[in-house]
């Protein structure tokens, strides 16, 4: 929700393969339900490509923007993975081989085997606190309000059960849900209008679609003030009731 919303959080996607359409993002919904979950308003989602450049000016936009930060992509141990450097870029600090990441690594791998292509996933910006990671033990990282994870949905389901119990959120939501059947969305698009303008506490949204029975729509109203989406939502059924036959 835009109104009234004190916690606030974007998504940075990270990939050429997702901007090429090899891969079909999975890691978007994942975070936002979580967000959802816990009140905090997810308010804008990027992707970028893997250049450096793009993910610092994306990084340093959105951090100063909102509470919240979450990155997804490119942490891995190729030449492409260029995540970690570029947020240590964008807060202005030194990256090296962090011992914490590599005693994260070292459960996984034996010391012979950690090559310098693995150890990239070891690389962690000065200052960063580490986000666990219990699949495959390549840890992400946290620095100021900026979450970087993997892009591999599974391991960053894993590091989103990590840092949960570390965020805050708004007051929960409270949503409802008023059916206005097969009323054509035309008949009270300006009306609706009036009373989201009326009620500026709470969001009010319209959302049509085809059922089994036909053409449907439903109108929700969103908002942390129990009163105010009640009042939103006498407002609308007195719109309806005054359309039905």
Do not use: C
Request: glycine share 10%; proline share 6%.
């Amino acid at each position: 929700m835009s109104q009234g919303s004190d916690v606030t959080a974007a998504i940075l996607v990270i990939g050429d393969e997702i901007l090429s359409g090899r891969t079909k993002d999975k890691n978007i919904g994942t975070i936002a339900e979580m967000l959802t979950e816990i009140s905090v308003d997810l308010r804008e989602v990027r992707i970028v490509p893997d250049e450096r450049a793009e993910i610092v000016a994306a990084v340093n936009a959105l951090r100063a923007r909102y509470t919240y930060v979450f990155t997804s992509g490119g942490i891995g141990p190729t030449h492409d993975d260029i995540t970690a450097d570029s947020i240590a870029e964008a807060f202005g600090v030194g990256i090296d081989v962090d011992p914490r990441a590599r005693a994260m690594l070292l459960e996984r791998h034996r010391p012979e085997d950690l090559n310098e292509a693995r150890l990239r996933m070891a690389r962690i910006p000065d200052g960063a606190e580490l986000i666990a990671n219990p699949i495959s033990k390549a840890p992400g990282f946290r620095l100021g309000n900026v979450h970087v994870m993997a892009g591999v949905p599974q391991i960053l389901r894993a590091m989103l059960d990590e840092i949960r119990p570390t965020l805050t959120g708004n007051a929960p939501v409270i949503s409802e849900t008023i059916e206005a059947g097969a009323i054509p969305e035309g008949d009270f698009a300006g009306a609706l209008t009036g009373i989201a303008a009326a009620h500026p506490v709470v969001s009010i949204g319209s959302y049509p679609s085809m059922t089994p029975e036909g053409f449907r729509n439903r109108i929700v109203v969103r908002g942390r003030d129990r009163e105010a989406v009640a009042a939103a939502r006498a407002a609308i059924e007195q719109l309806l009731g005054g359309l039905r036959p």
